[in-house]
């Protein structure tokens, strides 16, 4: 099944079966290697899901029904203009360095009252206000004004899948969704991505260790798009192992001719917009 998939928004479908998605929960199980993956997983009906994610739309990151968005602590303006100073005399290297000796120097401080205030709060109020202070009162009149509190809104997409899906690394232009079958109607899942060096680490396990077992019976995979307007949409399924090629191999090596042998018989995915995908390539590996 090589080809083009056009993807039509106007027309994409949110209707699918969807016990895909349902009574899945993560494993405590840690899986070595892509061999013990292919012969623990084999006979438990795998599959997988692969969400390509469009980008959210810029106009709807200040919108609550979009995004959770949370008031948190910011920094004042007054040590803000501290570490500025800071970093202005003495560079980044040269100051980092320096920042260094300063945790190391105030750490048995720090332990010893206990760990009651950030151990930065000693290096502000023992070593910069007292190198920066006489600068800030000569450039501002009110000091008290540039200590007052400040905040920022943080926020963070909302991603519709069920539990415990509905958090993602959202650095992630896809979301592979490695699924397997435990009895009673539970599954277990593992995910991967390219936003981590752990995603990517899982990824190519999985994406090799499921291969595998393609190649004796077929491991069936489910596309989706999730839509700058947070909308997941069923695409296709395909009969059998079809996963995104990128990243793959990426912080899990396996020598080019083995990863040639393994993925035998998979077909890949690619694409080349991530603001709002119109087409996905489909080749054989």
Same mark, same amino acid.
């Given at each position: 099944?090589?080809?083009?998939?056009?993807?039509?928004?106007?027309?994409?479908?949110?209707?699918?079966?969807?016990?895909?998605?349902?009574?899945?929960?993560? /494993?405590?199980?840690?899986?070595?290697?892509?061999?013990?993956?292919?012969? &623990?997983?084999?006979?438990?009906?795998?599959?997988?899901?692969?969400?390509?994610?469009?980008?959210?739309?810029?106009?709807?990151?200040?919108?609550?029904?979009?995004?959770?968005?949370? =008031?948190?602590?910011?920094?004042?303006?007054?040590?803000?203009?501290?570490?500025?100073?800071?970093?202005?005399?003495?560079?980044?290297?040269?100051?980092?360095?320096?920042?260094?000796?300063?945790?190391?120097?105030?750490?048995?401080?720090?332990?010893?009252?206990?760990?009651?205030?950030?151990?930065?709060?000693?290096?502000?109020?023992?070593?910069?206000?007292?190198?920066?202070?006489?600068?800030?009162?000569?450039?501002?009149?009110?000091?008290?004004?540039? &200590? &007052?509190?400040?905040? =920022?809104?943080?926020?963070?997409?909302?991603? $519709?899948?069920?539990? /415990?899906?509905? $958090?993602?690394?959202?650095?992630?232009?896809?979301?592979?969704?490695?699924?397997?079958?435990?009895?009673?109607?539970?599954? @277990?899942?593992?995910?991967?991505?390219?936003?981590?060096?752990?995603? =990517?680490?899982?990824?190519?396990?999985?994406?090799?260790?499921?291969?595998?077992?393609?190649?004796? $019976?077929?491991?069936?995979?489910?596309?989706?798009?999730?839509?700058?307007?947070?909308? @997941?949409?069923?695409?296709?399924?395909? /009969?059998?192992?079809?996963? /995104?090629?990128?990243?793959?191999?990426?912080?899990?090596? @396996?020598?080019?001719?083995?990863?040639?042998?393994?993925?035998?018989?998979?077909?890949?995915?690619?694409?080349?917009?991530?603001?709002?995908?119109?087409?996905?390539?489909?080749?054989?590996?």
């Amino acid at each position: 099944m090589n080809g083009i998939v056009n993807i039509n928004h106007q027309h994409l479908s949110t209707q699918f079966d969807q016990s895909v998605l349902d009574n899945i929960n993560y /494993p405590t199980q840690i899986y070595q290697d892509h061999l013990e993956i292919a012969d &623990k997983l084999e006979n438990k009906n795998p599959y997988t899901v692969t969400v390509l994610i469009e980008s959210l739309g810029w106009n709807l990151w200040r919108r609550k029904e979009y995004t959770k968005q949370e =008031r948190t602590p910011a920094i004042s303006r007054y040590r803000e203009l501290l570490y500025q100073l800071f970093f202005d005399e003495f560079g980044e290297r040269e100051g980092n360095e320096i920042y260094a000796k300063w945790l190391s120097q105030y750490r048995p401080l720090w332990e010893k009252e206990g760990r009651k205030k950030e151990i930065d709060e000693y290096i502000v109020d023992l070593e910069l206000e007292k190198r920066y202070l006489p600068v800030i009162t000569k450039r501002y009149k009110n000091i008290e004004t540039l &200590k &007052k509190p400040r905040f =920022r809104i943080e926020r963070e997409r909302y991603y $519709h899948l069920p539990e /415990p899906l509905n $958090h993602v690394d959202w650095r992630n232009p896809y979301d592979n969704i490695f699924i397997w079958h435990i009895g009673n109607g539970q599954k @277990l899942a593992v995910r991967g991505g390219s936003g981590s060096s752990g995603g =990517r680490e899982r990824n190519s396990k999985f994406i090799f260790g499921l291969s595998l077992i393609n190649q004796k $019976h077929h491991v069936p995979s489910f596309l989706f798009i999730y839509s700058s307007k947070n909308e @997941l949409f069923f695409i296709r399924k395909f /009969p059998s192992f079809c996963i /995104p090629e990128y990243d793959i191999g990426c912080n899990y090596f @396996l020598q080019s001719e083995e990863e040639e042998k393994i993925l035998k018989g998979a077909k890949f995915l690619r694409w080349s917009e991530f603001w709002k995908i119109d087409k996905v390539v489909i080749s054989n590996a």
